[in-house]
């Protein structure tokens, strides 16, 4: 039980990560000159980020004890 409820706030966490990439994204596009190299970096993390969330088994112990950790950094690091 415990591993179903780490499993569904590992998922929100992700969830929640992307939004800072989906901002920084709507506001790169919203410039006048934006910068390509900064909106590909958004969509690349964007898509693992998917992936991540699709893929991940209940079983995943060790990568969801790592999502929902706070200090790790990667995945709470700077956009």
Known sequence: MAYSVDYK??????GQYKQ????KEYHEKKKDNPNQAILKYCRVRLEALDDLQDELETTDTELIAQTIDPANSKFFGAV
């Open 9 to 14: 706030v590992a998922l929100e966490v992700l």
């Open 20 to 23: 800072a990439f989906l901002q």
